[in-house]
């Protein structure tokens, strides 16, 4: 007897074709899902770092007295919208081992983490005088 010719696919061949599909439509998804995580993540990076940058180049353009007291609103805040998710916080210290260099540290906050930039400002200390009459 001759084998007799199949038309169309067994159970065990459809549910075979179909647990394929699945998990490629699985790990699509999966690579899809890492894509997006990590364009959010550099997103966030871009943005915290330019938030920073724009703090330090504020202090920049301040004295040397507005360094050593820093205001309040310059001291800490939160940024105007739509990025009013971050905060700040900065400090300016004087080093004591070098006239006229400030210690600047900016502490870039939000919901799930946290950006420091670091860095040091240079203003021209005060000349000395001397009490001599003219």
């Known amino acids: 007897m001759r084998p007799r010719a199949r038309n169309g696919i067994s159970l065990f061949e459809a549910v075979a074709a179909l647990a394929i599909v699945g998990v490629t439509a699985v790990s699509a998804l999966s690579a899809v899902g890492g894509e997006m995580r990590t364009a959010d993540r550099s997103r966030r990076a ?5 938030l920073a940058t724009s703090r330090l180049d504020f202090l920049a353009l301040m004295s040397d007295q507005q360094l050593q007291n820093l205001p309040d609103s310059v ?3 939160t940024f105007d919208k739509p990025l009013d998710s971050y905060k700040w916080a900065t400090t300016a210290t004087p ?3 070098q006239a006229g260099i400030y210690d600047v540290r900016i502490q870039v906050d939000w919901k799930d983490g946290s950006y420091a930039l670091h860095s040091y400002i240079y203003r021209r200390p005060p000349l000395a005088t001397t009490g001599r009459g003219n």
């Open 75 to 77: 001291a800490k805040g």
């Open 46 to 50: 871009l943005e915290v770092e330019a």
């Open 95 to 97: 080093l004591a081992t």
